[in-house]
């Protein structure tokens, strides 16, 4: 089981410009969650997708969408992009029928600097 | 959300047990208290979780206090491989699954 995937590892983007990032859960999870690291703080929740559907969303603009696929897999896009959303950008799966009990598995994140 | 508060730094020798507090005096009744780790340059990685019972898993122990308005997190004989940022986590029993990070404590270990 390969875990949960995340590409591109690292990427450079320009003020202004749009992004997309990857994400491949773990093997059996269907639910989705990505988060926003800047450096030196804790993962900051973006939004959550279950069933291709949009379940709950963090204290982000609207210029961060999501999508989730049939497969599970999801895709974090940022548009009009601001120095400030250079972070990581982490990806985490999980069973939904699990609960608040249950674990997010986390993969290793992609680096993201916008100039 | 539910806060939790945690010293910004620990350090501890290894082979030595290692004692994390987090206070949440604000917690629930149903809110679940889960810990996390993130290494250097890795993503975050579960570490246990418990309701109100002490819970013990094959990486730590989690001691609950009885009021439930803190905990601590026990790594019983620390290796270098245990130095990373521990976040407490409180997670509430309804609604959606997300996790709320504050800023962790960043435990040191010293050889």
């Known amino acids: 089981d390969a875990g949960v995937t995340q590409s591109p590892t690292h990427l450079i983007k320009t003020r202004g410009q749009q992004v997309t990032l990857r994400c491949s859960p773990k093997s059996g999870h269907d639910t989705v969650s990505w988060y926003q690291q800047a450096l030196g703080q804790g993962p900051q929740f973006i939004f959550q997708y279950y069933e291709e559907e949009e379940r709950q969303r963090g204290n982000f603009p609207d210029r961060f969408s999501g999508h989730q696929f049939p497969n599970y897999s999801s895709e974090l896009n940022v548009n009009a992009l601001l120095l400030g959303d250079s972070a990581l950008y982490l990806c985490?799966?999980?069973?939904?029928?699990?609960?608040?009990?249950?674990?997010?598995?986390f993969g290793p994140g992609t680096r993201l600097t916008v100039l | 959300d539910a806060k939790t508060t945690q010293p910004n730094s620990m350090e501890s020798n290894e082979e030595e047990p290692v004692h994390l507090p987090c206070n949440h005096s604000?917690?629930?009744?149903?809110?679940?208290i889960h810990w996390y780790r993130q290494l250097p340059s890795q993503g975050p990685e579960y570490v246990i979780h418990g309701l109100t019972s002490n819970v013990n898993n094959r990486m730590a122990s989690l001691a609950i206090a009885e009021d439930r308005k803190s905990s601590t997190l026990i790594l019983h004989r620390a290796t270098l491989r245990d130095a990373a940022v521990y976040y407490c986590i409180l997670r509430a029993a309804q609604g959606a699954q997300k996790l709320v990070f504050g800023q962790g404590t960043r435990l040191t270990i010293n050889p």
């Open positions: 985490a799966s999980s069973l939904l029928a699990g609960g608040p009990s249950n674990e997010q598995f």
């Open positions: 604000t917690i629930s009744g149903t809110d679940y």
